[in-house]
């Protein structure tokens, strides 16, 4: 009896060593993913085949403490529209930039820079920080060709002296007439957005 115990006891002992095991996985473009959104490399996706064949013209509006929106761009310009339009952000050399991207995946696009506006970091109270986070819009149907479309907003970080920290919450989709309640607290941003003609 005591050694049937005994060989039970080692048999248990033996399979919870090999429970515990770590593997590796080869990399997965979600892992990647990841990884790119951490450096502050941002993509967002939009199905246009609807309007293939059609241009487009970028649109990029900046609102500063609440003030009427002014044209980024300041001239208008358009491409062909493809099967997809994807707009893409990347830090730049410098930390009071960013680079935009409009790329429409069949037809055109260009790459430019946004001027960010610093923000008080209790942190760094001695250093200006750059701190941007992005918000898809809620897309409306029908499409109305002529008309902004609102697709991503791109914002700086706001602080918050109740609580003494720098941050950027609230709803993770925009309404497109900017009455969401982030919208109250974002002291600068960017509305990017597209015409279809």
């Given at each position: 009896?005591?050694?049937?115990?005994?060989?039970?006891?080692?048999?248990?002992?033996?399979?919870?060593?090999?429970?515990?095991?770590?593997?590796?996985?080869?990399?997965?473009?979600?892992?990647?993913?990841?990884?790119?959104?951490?450096?502050?490399?941002?993509?967002?996706?939009?199905?246009?085949?609807?309007?293939?064949?059609?241009?487009?013209?970028?649109?990029?509006?900046?609102?500063?403490?609440?003030?009427?929106?002014?044209?980024?761009?300041?001239?208008?310009?358009?491409?062909?529209?493809?099967?997809?339009?994807?707009?893409?952000?990347?830090?730049?050399?410098?930390?009071?930039?960013?680079?935009?991207?409009?790329?429409?995946?069949?037809?055109?696009?260009?790459?430019?820079?946004?001027?960010?506006?610093?923000v008080f970091a209790p942190e760094m109270p001695t250093k200006q920080a750059y701190r941007y986070e992005?918000?898809?819009?809620?897309?409306?149907?029908?499409?109305?060709?002529?008309?902004?479309?609102?697709?991503?907003?791109?914002?700086?970080?706001?602080?918050?002296?109740?609580?003494?920290?720098?941050?950027?919450?609230?709803?993770?989709?925009?309404?497109?007439?900017?009455?969401?309640?982030?919208?109250?607290?974002?002291?600068?941003?960017?509305?990017?957005?597209?015409?279809?003609?």
């Open positions: 009896m005591k050694k049937t115990i005994i060989i039970a006891l080692l048999a248990l002992i033996a399979l919870a060593g090999q429970a515990q095991e770590i593997r590796t996985y080869e990399p997965t473009l979600d892992d990647y993913l990841q990884l790119l959104n951490a450096k502050g490399y941002i993509v967002y996706s939009f199905d246009m085949k609807d309007f293939k064949g059609k241009q487009y013209e970028p649109v990029i509006m900046e609102y500063v403490k609440g003030e009427e929106a002014k044209d980024y761009i300041g001239f208008s310009f358009s491409f062909p529209l493809g099967e997809k339009l994807v707009i893409g952000f990347a830090p730049s050399s410098n930390d009071s930039t960013y680079v935009y991207s409009f790329q429409s995946v069949g037809g055109g696009g260009f790459n430019a820079t946004l001027n960010l506006q610093p992005s918000r898809p819009f809620e897309l409306i149907s029908p499409v109305e060709t002529g008309k902004l479309i609102p697709l991503v907003l791109f914002g700086s970080y706001w602080y918050e002296q109740e609580t003494g920290v720098s941050r950027f919450c609230g709803e993770k989709i925009i309404k497109p007439d900017l009455s969401s309640d982030i919208i109250k607290s974002i002291p600068h941003f960017y509305v990017l957005g597209i015409k279809i003609y």
